[in-house]
């Protein structure tokens, strides 16, 4: 386990105004949205940087991965994809909110971050169990929230996951610090024991195929990146 305060580089030198302006967007549709998104406040760079891990440490340095990001909402996370991805690399960008699907879009055409990787990048606005089982990936980037989903919800998900994911392959995914004990006190019964079951299986997923996992403070609210891999030998 590290801990990850804020990454250097190309993400720090975001202008405040495009910052300010996907934040104005994410919290907007937070306040309608809650249950799909998660929180009220954009991830931060140091959250992306984080996330993408696997993309800048791929196995075979210069080989070329195929990267799944599933919920991309304002393209906080697909910046630090984007900041990590070499030539040949072709990335799916999920995100079933039309508003945020239409935003990445947006930033593809003109985020001096995510314009270099336009031409292999696609977005899709739908959710990501219907992508389609036929795909193939070598790592897949997940910020969808998992802790406002049933537990029946995130197996689905996850057994998706891990269906397109080659063998050798990566899975990233984050969760927030401490959300658990914070519901234990303030939720409904049925809520924090909803909570409860969603945790026990995530923690099930990561005992058993976990390799690394981050503490993120430099993020609202902290939280836990945790990378699984696929059972098996990279192609």
């Known amino acids: 386990m590290s801990e990850i305060q804020s990454p250097a580089g ?139 989903f049933t537990a029946d919800a995130v197996r689905d998900i996850l057994d998706y996951y891990f269906e397109v994911l080659e063998p050798g392959g990566t899975l990233s995914f984050y969760g927030y610090l401490y959300t658990k004990e914070v519901k234990a006190v303030i939720a409904r019964r049925e809520d924090y024991l909803r909570q409860a079951r969603t945790s026990w299986l995530v923690q099930d997923w990561i005992d058993r195929y976990g390799i690394r996992s981050d503490k993120v403070f430099a993020n609202v609210p902290p939280a836990w990146v945790h990378h699984l891999r696929k059972p098996g030998k990279t192609g």
């Open 10 to 148: 190309p993400l720090s030198s975001l202008r405040l105004e495009e910052r300010l302006r996907d934040t104005r967007l994410f919290f907007s549709q937070a306040l309608r949205t809650f249950h799909a998104t998660g929180s009220i406040l954009p991830s931060s760079a140091a959250l992306a940087h984080s996330m993408a891990e696997y993309v800048r440490s791929r196995p075979v340095p210069d080989k070329p991965v195929r990267i799944l990001e599933a919920g991309a909402g304002t393209g906080a996370i697909s910046r630090g994809i984007a900041a990590a991805m070499i030539p040949g690399d072709t990335l799916d960008l999920v995100e079933s909110n039309p508003e945020f699907a239409a935003h990445v879009e947006e930033l593809l055409r003109s985020d001096p971050a995510m314009s270099p990787v336009a031409d292999s990048a696609t977005v899709h606005a739908k959710l990501v169990n219907d992508m389609g089982r036929d795909r193939r990936y070598d790592v897949i980037v997940s910020g969808l929230p998992f802790a406002n």
